[in-house]
Nanobody, 119 residues
Framework: QVQLVESGGGRVQPGGSLRLSCVGS????????MYWFRQTPGKEREMVAT??????TTYADSVKGRFTVSRGLGHSWNLQMNGLKEEDTAVYYC??????????????WGAGTQVTVSS
């Protein structure tokens, strides 16, 4: 059993900042790869940023230089979002993929948090 809960979403003006958090509980795999995704109506789900248990990070071209993914205390992960644009408006989800033998490849999702960037 794995539970992921996102928080930190809200409404900001263009150029503003938000810090999203994903907190995990339950049987978190020892080795994992974490993803931040976002979904906007009419658009395909987009991978925003990733971080591995080895601290390797990747970013979508659209957010490079503006977003930073990091690991927090315990089973938690953060997404610092700076210089927000209206096009960043979406529901943001965290996803945890197991890289642990026995559950390798299994994915766990949070329910999402809404980010709205508007003037």
């Amino acid at each position: 059993q794995v539970q992921l809960v996102e928080s930190g979403g809200g409404r900001v003006q263009p150029g503003g900042s938000l810090r999203l958090s994903c907190v995990g509980s339950g049987n978190i795999p020892t080795y994992w790869h974490m993803y931040w995704f976002r979904q906007t109506p009419g658009k395909e789900r987009e991978m925003v940023a990733t971080i591995g248990s080895g601290r390797t990070t990747t970013y979508a071209d659209s957010v490079k230089g503006r977003f930073t993914v990091s690991r927090g205390l315990g089973h938690s992960w953060n997404l610092q979002m700076n210089g927000l644009k209206e096009e960043d408006t979406a529901v943001y989800y965290c996803n945890l993929e197991s890289r642990t033998v026995g559950t390798y490849g299994q994915n766990f999702w949070g329910a999402g948090t809404q980010v709205t960037v508007s003037s």
